[in-house]
Nanobody, 119 residues
Framework: QVQLVESGGGLVQVGGSLRLSCAASGSISSINAMGWYRQGPGKQRELVAVTTSADTTRYADSVKGRFTISRDNAKKTVSLQMNSLKPEDTAVYYC?????????????WGQGTQVTVSS
C-alpha cells in the first residue's frame, strides 16, 4: 500500500506562484508514474501534469508553459511549480501515483490540497 501526502497549497493572487510537493510512503518501490490532478468548483477532476519513471512528462494544455513537474525517483517525491497563476487554476490538487507508467487511471491518491487564486 502507498500513502501520498501533499503540501504547499494556499491562497495566491493572480500572476503569483506556488509550489506543491508530494511525498510517498509505504511500498514506494512499486511506484512508477506520479503526478497531479485537480478538481475545480463544479468541474470534473482533470489531469494537470504527470511523469513516468523514465522522466517523461505530460501536461494539460491549459498549464503548458506555466507549470513544471519534477520528481525524485529515489525518494518517490513529486513537485509541481505553478507560475503565472490564473483564477481558473483554483482547485483542489491531488497527488497521484501508480505502479505502471501509463495507467488509464491512478491507483493511489493523496487527500488533496487547496489552491485558491484570487483576483
Amino acid at each position: 500500500q502507498v500513502q501520498l501526502v501533499e503540501s504547499g497549497g494556499g491562497l495566491v493572487q493572480v500572476g503569483g506562484s506556488l509550489r506543491l510537493s508530494c511525498a510517498a510512503s509505504g511500498s514506494i518501490s512499486s511506484i512508477n508514474a506520479m503526478g497531479w490532478y485537480r478538481q475545480g468548483p463544479g468541474k470534473q477532476r482533470e489531469l494537470v501534469a504527470v511523469t513516468t519513471s523514465a522522466d517523461t512528462t505530460r501536461y494539460a494544455d491549459s498549464v503548458k508553459g506555466r507549470f513544471t513537474i519534477s520528481r525524485d525517483n529515489a525518494k518517490k517525491t513529486v513537485s509541481l511549480q505553478m507560475n503565472s497563476l490564473k483564477p481558473e487554476d483554483t482547485a483542489v490538487y491531488y497527488c497521484v501515483a501508480d505502479p505502471v507508467d501509463y495507467p488509464s487511471w491512478y491507483e493511489y491518491w493523496g487527500q488533496g490540497t487547496q489552491v485558491t487564486v484570487s483576483s
